[in-house]
């Protein structure tokens, strides 16, 4: 009698443990397909999104609040489905700042929440010049030229010293202040001329620094730092008449 008890509690034990290890293995492969289909689902709204707000930044298309709307709203749903993605939050800094300089959202408070979206995403990855790079633009286009500013881009120069987005920004940043004889200019001088010529040798910058270069009118002034610094410049890219 008692070796049938203990042969049924033996049965019986063997049946509880293969079937929690059933069990227990559906459940994982449910989550591991649950976050699989989330996470492919959030790709597919960052995808959808990232070539408009490329565009918007590049100038290649008239954007419009619909397409703002939009964009916002796939980049959200993308964060909601994967929060911890560093390229999601750092696009969702991206398109409140569009929103901002488009008027589509309140500047200040677009560009104080694109900043807060940049941190964030800087936390996930503190060593990206891009975000360093953007958190700078972020601050200028809010007129905010500090020690806080001066920090980005001396970390945006360290990590990202090829980087495009880096040669863009002090490219842009650097000919807007030199133009307008800015003091904060000072903190851009040791860096701005080699960064236009990395900026205009890189076919990922060169056509933002060209067209910086054209709205802030320092074609004779770059032409002049190319010749002693970058021939090749003066030559085949600026095609300089008068470098001199």
Same mark, same amino acid.
């Given at each position: 009698?008692h ?7 033996k ?5 509880c443990?293969?079937?929690?290890? +059933?069990?227990s293995?559906?459940?994982? #492969?449910?989550i591991?397909?649950?976050?699989? +289909?989330?996470?492919?689902?959030a790709s597919l709204s960052?995808?959808? $999104?990232?070539n408009? $707000?490329? &565009? ?7 954007q419009?609040?619909?397409n703002y709307?939009? #964009?916002?709203?796939a980049?959200t749903?993308? =964060?909601?489905?994967?929060? &911890? ?11 409140? @700042?569009?929103?901002?300089i488009?008027g589509? @959202?309140n500047? !200040?408070i677009g560009?104080?929440v694109s *900043? ?8 996930? =990855? ?5 975000t %360093?790079?953007s958190l700078?633009?972020?601050k200028?286009? !809010?007129?905010?030229?500090?020690g806080e500013?001066?920090?980005?881009l001396?970390?945006?120069n360290?990590?990202g010293? *090829?980087?495009?987005?880096t040669?863009?920004?002090f490219?842009?940043?650097?000919? #807007?202040l030199?133009?307008?004889n800015?003091?904060? %200019?000072? @903190?851009?001088r040791?860096y701005l001329?080699?960064?236009?010529s990395?900026?205009?040798r890189?076919v ?11 709205h802030y009118? &320092? *074609?004779?002034?770059v032409?002049?730092?190319?010749k002693?610094?970058?021939p090749?410049?003066t030559?085949d890219i600026l095609?300089c008449?008068?470098? #001199?």
């Amino acid at each position: 009698m008692h070796r049938k008890l203990a042969t049924k509690a033996k049965y019986a034990s063997l049946f509880c443990r293969k079937y929690i290890f +059933v069990f227990s293995f559906g459940f994982i #492969a449910s989550i591991g397909l649950y976050n699989t +289909v989330n996470y492919g689902l959030a790709s597919l709204s960052y995808y959808s $999104v990232q070539n408009t $707000v490329q &565009a918007w930044q590049n100038n290649r298309e008239t954007q419009t609040e619909s397409n703002y709307i939009k #964009a916002k709203s796939a980049i959200t749903n993308a =964060r909601k489905r994967h929060k &911890a993605h560093p390229l999601y939050t750092e696009l969702a800094a991206q398109i409140y @700042e569009w929103g901002a300089i488009g008027g589509y @959202e309140n500047k !200040s408070i677009g560009l104080e929440v694109s *900043k807060r979206y940049y941190m964030a995403a800087i936390k996930m =990855r503190p060593t990206w010049p891009v975000t %360093y790079a953007s958190l700078a633009m972020n601050k200028w286009r !809010s007129n905010e030229f500090d020690g806080e500013l001066v920090e980005y881009l001396k970390l945006a120069n360290q990590y990202g010293p *090829k980087k495009a987005e880096t040669n863009i920004l002090f490219s842009e940043l650097g000919l #807007a202040l030199y133009q307008n004889n800015h003091p904060f %200019y000072a @903190e851009l001088r040791p860096y701005l001329r080699p960064r236009i010529s990395q900026g205009l040798r890189n076919v990922q910058s060169r056509e933002r620094v060209l067209r910086a270069i054209e709205h802030y009118k &320092a *074609k004779r002034t770059v032409c002049r730092w190319m010749k002693k610094d970058d021939p090749f410049m003066t030559r085949d890219i600026l095609n300089c008449e008068h470098p #001199a």
